[in-house]
């Protein structure tokens, strides 16, 4: 699993964690306002997977509706004859025996008495318009669709600042190097280098020019011996730039092993040593000329 793997991961995560306290508060609220039980929809809503609790609030709350006074905004259920807020007539009497009747109907059903076709005095309740809803969907297609578009865009943008990079390398002993490399500056890099076990002492030449720039790096890690177990370089890819890897697998002995590495890269690298898997400080001492003895440069190349 790499970097942009749990990235994308944790943002995803936090997408539906999102639309789920979206949809949970909003589920809650409506359910109230409608005089449905609020915490055990907000729950189903929550819990059903991939919206169904959801979907399925939505079809049930159509029998619930939600109606509000015409004349103050109280809130009234379809049952209501008068507003208990303000008195507002909400529905229609029938003259003979005052029963509240529906506005569409004809005939008294209590009574038998026909009807007048509209009643001056009162007043239809109103359904309010639901833009917390449209939002909520909005947010339900969106999200997962930025995520998506957000995460190709990632992958194509590191696609495209992938090194492309060739690595060659060797081992020899500290002995044979120093024998072959009368260069002041590298026996002097030697003898200066601590003697720290987990500390990667490393001889780094650049080669001027761009692109495809070869880089040679000598390192000496004094917790790495002619027992070692395997040694190995390459070029990795992060979310953060390129490096190349050096990984050593070694027992306990101490000991005098160099390990000498050459990289062509179209790109800048990092340098990044590991010791059994675990990463150790690396300190650099840049040259102006290749560190390798003529063997060894003869034989990686
Ligand atoms: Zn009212
Ligand atoms: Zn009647």
Not at 116 to 122: A, I, L, M, R, Y
């Amino acid at each position: 699993m790499n970097m942009i793997g749990l990235v994308f991961l944790l943002l995803l995560f936090m997408a539906f964690l999102l639309i789920a306290v979206l949809i949970g508060v909003y589920v809650y609220r409506d359910a109230k306002n409608r005089g449905m039980n609020a915490p055990l929809w907000a729950l189903i809503a929550l819990l059903a997977p991939s919206l169904v609790g959801f979907i399925i609030y939505l079809l049930v709350r159509g029998s619930h509706a939600k109606l509000l006074c015409p004349a103050c905004s109280a809130k009234v259920t379809e049952t209501y004859t008068v507003c208990p807020n303000c008195g507002a007539k909400l529905k229609p009497n029938c003259p003979n025996c005052k029963s509240a009747v529906d506005p569409g109907w004809k005939v008294c059903p209590y009574c038998a008495q026909t009807l007048p076709e509209s009643q001056e005095d009162c007043l239809q309740p109103v359904q309010p318009q639901d833009r917390v809803l449209g939002k909520i969907l909005v947010a339900v297609i969106l999200i997962p669709v930025l995520l998506v578009l957000g995460s190709a865009t990632a992958v194509i943008g590191l696609r495209a600042r992938l090194t492309s990079s060739t690595t060659s390398y060797t081992t020899l002993s500290v002995g044979d190097y120093l024998s072959e490399m009368e260069d002041p500056q590298v026996q002097q890099w030697f003898e200066q280098s601590g003697k720290e076990l987990n500390t990667a002492y490393v001889l780094r030449y650049a080669e001027p020019g761009n692109p495809h720039r070869r880089t040679c790096y000598v390192v000496y890690l004094p917790a790495v011996g002619e027992d070692y177990l395997s040694a190995g370089a390459g070029v990795s890819n992060g979310l953060f730039g390129s490096a190349l890897e050096i990984h050593f697998d070694a027992g306990n002995e101490a000991g005098n092993l160099l390990f000498c590495a050459e990289v062509s890269s179209d790109k800048e690298l990092g340098l990044k040593v590991y010791l059994n898997g675990k990463k150790v400080p690396v300190e650099i001492t840049d040259v102006s000329f290749c560190p390798f003895p003529e063997g060894v440069d003869s034989s990686i190349r």
